[in-house]
Protein backbone atom coordinates (compact mmCIF):
# COMPACT_ATOMS: atom_id res chain seq x y z
CA UNK A 1 0.00 0.00 0.00
CA UNK A 2 1.45 3.61 -1.11
CA UNK A 3 0.59 6.85 1.03
CA UNK A 4 0.77 10.07 -0.19
CA UNK A 5 0.71 12.63 2.28
CA UNK A 6 -0.63 16.16 1.26
CA UNK A 7 0.88 18.70 3.46
CA UNK A 8 -2.94 20.47 4.17
CA UNK A 9 -1.93 23.69 6.33
CA UNK A 10 -3.40 25.96 3.91
CA UNK A 11 -4.45 26.54 0.21
CA UNK A 12 -5.58 24.62 -2.68
CA UNK A 13 -5.66 21.07 -0.79
CA UNK A 14 -8.60 19.21 -1.67
CA UNK A 15 -8.17 19.80 -5.50
CA UNK A 16 -4.83 18.00 -5.15
CA UNK A 17 -6.67 15.36 -3.25
CA UNK A 18 -9.27 14.39 -5.88
CA UNK A 19 -6.06 14.55 -8.71
CA UNK A 20 -4.64 11.95 -6.62
CA UNK A 21 -7.47 10.13 -5.92
CA UNK A 22 -8.22 10.05 -9.39
CA UNK A 23 -4.33 9.23 -11.05
CA UNK A 24 -4.08 6.59 -8.11
CA UNK A 25 -7.47 4.78 -8.27
CA UNK A 26 -7.09 1.51 -9.10
CA UNK A 27 -3.74 1.39 -7.13
CA UNK A 28 -3.35 0.43 -3.86
CA UNK A 29 -2.57 3.65 -2.71
CA UNK A 30 -4.36 6.05 0.09
CA UNK A 31 -4.31 9.60 0.16
CA UNK A 32 -4.01 11.34 3.53
CA UNK A 33 -3.61 14.97 4.49
CA UNK A 34 -1.15 16.11 6.90
CA UNK A 35 -1.87 19.68 9.53
CA UNK A 36 0.08 17.85 12.08
CA UNK A 37 3.81 16.29 13.19
CA UNK A 38 4.15 12.60 13.21
CA UNK A 39 2.38 11.27 9.77
CA UNK A 40 5.35 12.60 6.92
CA UNK A 41 7.74 9.64 7.70
CA UNK A 42 4.73 6.95 6.99
CA UNK A 43 4.55 8.62 3.64
CA UNK A 44 5.38 7.35 0.25
CA UNK A 45 5.13 11.33 -1.82
CA UNK A 46 4.42 13.87 -0.53
CA UNK A 47 2.25 17.15 -1.79
CA UNK A 48 2.91 20.93 -0.50
CA UNK A 49 0.17 22.74 -2.52
CA UNK A 50 -0.03 26.41 -3.23
CA UNK A 51 -1.29 28.90 -0.95
CA UNK A 52 0.52 32.01 0.59
CA UNK A 53 3.94 30.79 1.21
CA UNK A 54 4.53 32.94 4.45
CA UNK A 55 1.29 31.00 5.94
CA UNK A 56 2.19 27.57 4.70
CA UNK A 57 6.22 28.44 6.04
CA UNK A 58 5.08 29.50 9.30
CA UNK A 59 2.85 27.08 10.18
CA UNK A 60 5.02 24.32 8.98
CA UNK A 61 7.76 25.65 11.53
CA UNK A 62 4.82 26.00 14.22
CA UNK A 63 3.94 22.76 13.89
CA UNK A 64 7.05 21.19 13.47
CA UNK A 65 6.82 19.55 10.12
CA UNK A 66 9.74 21.46 8.34
CA UNK A 67 11.90 19.49 10.18
CA UNK A 68 10.39 16.43 9.98
CA UNK A 69 10.47 17.13 5.81
CA UNK A 70 13.78 18.01 6.25
CA UNK A 71 14.47 14.70 7.97
CA UNK A 72 12.96 12.71 5.37
CA UNK A 73 14.44 14.26 2.39
CA UNK A 74 14.31 10.59 0.67
CA UNK A 75 10.62 10.89 -0.22
CA UNK A 76 9.29 11.89 -3.59
CA UNK A 77 8.08 15.56 -3.66
CA UNK A 78 5.65 17.92 -5.73
CA UNK A 79 5.44 21.39 -4.65
CA UNK A 80 3.39 23.55 -6.63
CA UNK A 81 3.40 27.13 -6.42
CA UNK A 82 4.36 28.91 -3.07
CA UNK A 83 5.37 24.66 -2.43
CA UNK A 84 7.79 25.02 -5.04
CA UNK A 85 9.11 27.87 -3.20
CA UNK A 86 9.37 26.01 0.42
CA UNK A 87 10.85 22.80 -1.67
CA UNK A 88 13.63 25.90 -2.41
CA UNK A 89 16.65 28.12 -0.97
CA UNK A 90 14.23 30.90 -0.83
CA UNK A 91 14.43 32.83 2.27
CA UNK A 92 13.41 36.12 3.48
CA UNK A 93 11.93 37.60 6.66
CA UNK A 94 8.38 35.97 6.48
CA UNK A 95 9.44 32.65 3.98
CA UNK A 96 12.15 29.93 5.11
CA UNK A 97 12.51 27.78 2.02
CA UNK A 98 13.40 24.11 3.18
CA UNK A 99 16.42 23.85 0.55
CA UNK A 100 14.99 20.43 -1.09
CA UNK A 101 15.74 21.40 -4.57
CA UNK A 102 18.72 23.52 -5.58
CA UNK A 103 17.17 26.51 -7.33
CA UNK A 104 16.54 30.16 -6.57
CA UNK A 105 13.04 31.24 -6.95
CA UNK A 106 11.24 35.26 -6.85
CA UNK A 107 8.38 35.63 -5.25
CA UNK A 108 5.46 36.44 -7.16
CA UNK A 109 7.44 36.96 -10.47
CA UNK A 110 4.52 37.43 -12.79
CA UNK A 111 2.58 40.38 -10.37
CA UNK A 112 0.12 40.38 -7.93
CA UNK A 113 -3.17 38.36 -8.28
CA UNK A 114 -4.07 40.15 -11.52
CA UNK A 115 -1.87 38.44 -13.55
CA UNK A 116 -3.06 35.45 -13.14
CA UNK A 117 -3.37 34.14 -16.45
CA UNK A 118 -3.23 30.78 -18.55
CA UNK A 119 -0.93 29.38 -20.78
CA UNK A 120 -0.21 26.51 -23.32
CA UNK A 121 2.86 25.23 -21.89
CA UNK A 122 5.51 23.07 -23.88
CA UNK A 123 6.89 20.67 -21.54
CA UNK A 124 10.02 18.43 -22.04
CA UNK A 125 8.42 14.97 -20.59
CA UNK A 126 5.21 15.28 -22.51
CA UNK A 127 4.58 15.20 -26.45
CA UNK A 128 1.85 17.78 -26.11
CA UNK A 129 1.33 21.35 -24.41
CA UNK A 130 -0.06 21.76 -20.44
CA UNK A 131 -2.62 24.22 -20.50
CA UNK A 132 -1.00 25.48 -17.08
CA UNK A 133 -2.75 28.03 -14.73
CA UNK A 134 -0.33 30.84 -12.90
CA UNK A 135 -1.78 32.40 -9.93
CA UNK A 136 0.79 35.31 -8.42
CA UNK A 137 3.41 32.30 -9.06
CA UNK A 138 6.55 32.23 -8.31
CA UNK A 139 9.43 31.65 -10.72
CA UNK A 140 13.19 29.83 -10.86
CA UNK A 141 15.35 31.99 -11.84
CA UNK A 142 19.09 29.93 -11.41
CA UNK A 143 18.98 26.64 -10.84
CA UNK A 144 22.41 24.42 -9.64
CA UNK A 145 23.65 20.82 -10.03
CA UNK A 146 21.07 17.98 -10.76
CA UNK A 147 18.11 20.35 -11.33
CA UNK A 148 16.36 19.73 -14.79
CA UNK A 149 14.14 22.55 -16.09
CA UNK A 150 11.09 20.80 -17.69
CA UNK A 151 9.56 23.93 -18.81
CA UNK A 152 10.07 27.83 -19.36
CA UNK A 153 8.31 30.85 -19.61
CA UNK A 154 10.30 33.95 -20.86
CA UNK A 155 13.55 33.65 -19.14
CA UNK A 156 12.12 31.91 -16.13
CA UNK A 157 12.07 28.25 -15.20
CA UNK A 158 8.41 27.24 -14.14
CA UNK A 159 8.57 23.24 -14.11
CA UNK A 160 11.58 21.75 -12.36
CA UNK A 161 12.97 18.19 -11.53
CA UNK A 162 15.72 16.94 -9.01
CA UNK A 163 15.92 13.52 -8.80
CA UNK A 164 12.56 12.94 -6.78
CA UNK A 165 11.19 16.17 -5.72
CA UNK A 166 9.25 17.72 -8.54
CA UNK A 167 8.58 21.82 -8.74
CA UNK A 168 5.77 23.57 -10.54
CA UNK A 169 4.67 27.05 -10.40
CA UNK A 170 1.24 26.25 -11.89
CA UNK A 171 -1.51 24.59 -10.25
CA UNK A 172 -2.06 21.55 -12.52
CA UNK A 173 -4.61 20.58 -9.48
CA UNK A 174 -6.83 23.47 -10.75
CA UNK A 175 -6.78 21.90 -14.91
CA UNK A 176 -8.52 18.62 -15.90
CA UNK A 177 -5.50 17.09 -17.03
CA UNK A 178 -3.83 14.91 -14.67
CA UNK A 179 -0.31 14.23 -16.52
CA UNK A 180 1.78 16.06 -13.56
CA UNK A 181 -0.33 14.21 -11.09
CA UNK A 182 0.93 10.83 -13.04
CA UNK A 183 4.50 11.93 -13.39
CA UNK A 184 4.54 11.95 -9.69
CA UNK A 185 3.19 8.83 -9.29
CA UNK A 186 5.83 7.29 -11.50
CA UNK A 187 8.48 9.23 -9.35
CA UNK A 188 6.92 7.00 -6.07
CA UNK A 189 7.46 3.64 -8.07
CA UNK A 190 11.13 4.76 -9.10
CA UNK A 191 12.05 5.10 -5.42
CA UNK A 192 10.50 2.20 -4.03
N1 LIG B 1 2.23 34.32 -4.32
C1 LIG B 1 2.18 33.24 -3.41
C2 LIG B 1 3.41 33.23 -2.51
O1 LIG B 1 4.37 33.89 -2.76
C3 LIG B 1 2.08 31.91 -4.11
C4 LIG B 1 0.79 31.86 -4.88
C5 LIG B 1 0.21 30.49 -5.05
O2 LIG B 1 0.63 29.50 -4.44
N2 LIG B 1 -0.81 30.44 -5.86
O3 LIG B 1 3.39 32.55 -1.53
Redesign the pocket.
Known amino acids: MLTIGVIAIQ??VSEHVAALEKVSSGLNCKIETIKKKGIVSHCDGLVI????????SRLLRFEGIDKELLDNEHIPMLG??????ILSSYQDKD?EGLGLMNMQVK??AFG?QAESFELSLEVTVFDSPFDAI?????AIKQVGNGIDILASVEDYGVAAQQGNKLALAF?PELSDDLRFHKYFLQLLDSSS
Open positions: GAPGGESTTITCAGLIVRNRFIRAPH
